[in-house]
């Protein structure tokens, strides 16, 4: 079985700093990797997605991320946040071999922005 | 990608009451899911639900407590069955797309107190 571990359960940052989410995964298996954010009462929306070949990867709202399998890692980065990035964000796994596969999800990052 | 409506997307509800939730999928999916989401914490995979076939729980979770219907490629139910305050959470309906990407799409999620 997969799981997926954030590192950080809260990250403050002031405006226009970088940030890093940190997320592990484990699996005996090749996986798919996501990472989902929750704004404040609504639902989930994909930022991105790994599947296969480029490791780095862009998403959405200027978002990228880097799938490293030697250390079984797809951490999320932007270089430079605003106030409406402050959401709660989510890395999630997928096994590859099976199709339609369900998601497991980490534990949450809760990204704060501070102006 | 399809969009998914869910209905009621908040309620409050008595303890040892039950509460159907509703799923629909603009366009036709093989497999959905059911999530749930406690206060502060992580989504946690309650059923996959397949048209024609009964639910596969995931363990914890059990028909009488959550019973789902999947009549039909497009909708879904959920029952929170006798409610206590410990079922207070966010239910998320979700399916997989096809082509293999297993790229989750979720609808707004129902809130749901139990009081």
């Known amino acids: 079985a997969q799981s997926v571990t954030q590192l950080d359960s809260q990250v403050p940052v002031f405006e226009e700093a970088p940030v890093e989410l940190r997320c592990n995964y484990s699996?005996?298996?090749?996986?798919?990797l996501f990472w989902y954010v929750q704004y404040p009462n609504q639902g989930l929306q994909l930022l991105l997605k790994?599947?296969?070949?480029?490791?780095l990867v862009k998403g959405i709202n200027g978002f990228e991320a880097e799938f490293n399998k030697s250390q079984t890692s797809f951490h999320l980065r932007k270089p430079s946040v605003h106030i409406s990035d402050t959401a709660e964000y989510f890395c999630?796994?997928?096994?590859?071999?099976?199709?339609?596969?369900?998601?497991?999800f980490g534990e949450g990052t809760q990204l704060t922005v501070n102006p | 990608s399809a969009v998914i409506s869910q209905k009621p997307s908040r309620d409050i509800c008595q303890r040892g009451t039950s509460l159907t939730i509703q799923c629909q999928v603009d366009?036709?999916?093989?497999?959905m899911f059911w999530y749930r989401q406690q206060p502060g914490q992580s989504l946690t995979l309650i059923a996959t639900?397949?048209?024609?076939?009964?639910?596969?729980?995931e363990s914890g979770f059990v028909i009488d407590k959550f019973p789902i219907s999947r009549p039909n490629l497009t909708f879904s139910t959920l029952t929170v069955s006798n409610m206590s305050p410990e079922d207070s959470s966010i239910y998320l309906c979700?399916?997989?797309?096809?082509?293999?990407?297993?790229?989750?799409?979720f609808g707004q999620g129902t809130r749901l107190t139990v009081v």
């Open positions: 999630a796994v997928s096994v590859k071999e099976t199709s339609g596969s369900r998601l497991t």
């Open positions: 699996s005996s298996v090749s996986v798919y």
């Open positions: 790994y599947l296969s070949g480029s490791t």
């Open positions: 366009s036709q999916v093989t497999m």
């Open positions: 639900a397949n048209q024609g076939s009964e639910a596969t729980y």
């Open positions: 979700t399916y997989m797309s096809s082509g293999g990407t297993t790229e989750a799409f």
